[in-house]
C-alpha cells in the first residue's frame, strides 16, 4: 500500500516562488521523501502516524515521525476537534547498567513537558516554551476509523494461511503413507523389515499390497486459494503488484 501510495515521491507548487524555495530547502535538510513514505507505512499498518516538528540546535526546522504504538493525542471537545495535547511515553535503557527509566512527555499548544517516571507517580524534569502557537504535532489518519489497511481482511488473510499450511501438512501425510497388506496377517516387525531393506514383497497369490494415502482434491485448494487472493485484494483496496 505504502509503494502504491507514494512510491513515486509527493511534488509541490506554488506561485510564490520564494516560499517555494524555502519549502523546498527545509525538504530536503529533512529527507522529506523518506519520512512520508515511513508515515505512510505507519499508517498503513496502525491507522494512523504522527510527526513533530520541532526547532534543533542550528535553530533549523525539522520534522520526524514519531513511534504511533507509544503515543495518545488529546483533542478538545468542539466540533473542530482540535490538537489540545499530545502524550508521547518511552523506555530508556542504560547500556552500562541495564536499568531502564521510563519518561512520558507533553505537548501541548504553548509547552512542552518532560517528565520522568517513579514507582507511583511521574517527576516533571523539564519545562519549555515552543513558540509554534499550536500542538507541535501532525495526525496522519489512515481513514477516518483510523484503522490499519489490514485489518478488514485478517479473516480472510487467516483463512488463507490456514488452506496454505493445510496444503504443506497435506504434503507431509503423503510422505508418511501407510502400507497397507491384505491377506497377509502372519507378517511381524522381522518381515517388514526385511521387506523395506531389500525392497521386495512376496506374497500369496490372493494377498494384495497398497499404499493408504490421503486423497487431494489440488484443483479445488488452488481455486479457493485464488478466490481468496482476490478477495484480500478486494475488500483491503490493494492492488496486486504482480498483477
Not at 507514494?6 to 529533512?30: K, R, W
Not at 534543533?56 to 504511533?68: E, S
Not at 507533553?106 to 519545562?127: D, G, M, P, W
Not at 488463507?160 to 493445510?166: A, E, F, G, P, V
Request: some cysteine; proline content about 2%.
Amino acid at each position: 500500500m505504502t509503494g502504491y501510495f507514494v512510491g513515486e515521491p509527493i511534488t509541490y507548487t506554488s506561485q510564490d516562488e520564494a516560499l517555494m524555495g524555502e519549502v523546498a530547502a527545509i525538504f530536503n535538510y529533512n529527507d522529506e521523501a523518506v519520512e512520508n513514505s515511513s508515515l505512510a507505512k505507519d499508517a498503513s499498518i496502525y491507522g494512523c502516524a504522527y510527526e513533530q516538528i520541532y526547532i534543533d540546535a542550528d535553530g533549523n526546522v525539522r520534522f520526524q515521525k514519531l513511534d504511533a504504538i507509544s503515543a495518545i493525542p488529546i483533542y478538545d471537545d468542539t466540533i473542530e476537534a482540535d490538537l489540545l495535547y499530545f502524550i508521547r511515553y518511552y523506555t530508556d535503557e542504560d547500556i552500562l547498567t541495564g536499568d531502564t527509566t521510563e519518561y512520558v512527555e507533553v505537548f501541548s499548544r504553548t509547552y512542552h513537558q518532560l517528565y520522568k517516571k517513579n514507582v507511583s507517580a511521574l517527576t516533571l524534569i523539564s519545562e519549555e516554551q515552543h513558540s509554534f502557537g499550536m500542538v507541535p504535532i501532525v495526525v496522519y489518519k489512515n481513514n477516518e476509523e483510523e484503522i490499519g489497511d489490514f485489518e478488514p481482511v485478517i479473516s480472510l488473510i487467516d483463512a488463507y494461511d490456514k488452506i496454505q499450511s493445510d496444503s504443506v501438512n497435506d504434503m507431509e501425510y503423503f510422505a508418511d503413507a501407510y502400507l497397507a497388506l491384505y491377506g497377509m496377517g502372519g507378517t511381524d516387525a522381522n518381515d517388514i523389515a526385511a521387506m523395506k531393506e531389500q525392497r521386495v514383497l512376496l506374497m500369496a497369490s490372493d494377498a494384495k499390497a497398497e499404499w493408504l494415502v490421503k486423497q487431494i482434491n489440488d484443483t479445488y485448494v488452488e481455486n479457493l486459494k485464488h478466490r481468496l487472493e482476490e478477495d484480500i485484494h478486494k475488500f483491503s483496496a490493494c492492488p496486486s503488484m504482480t498483477d
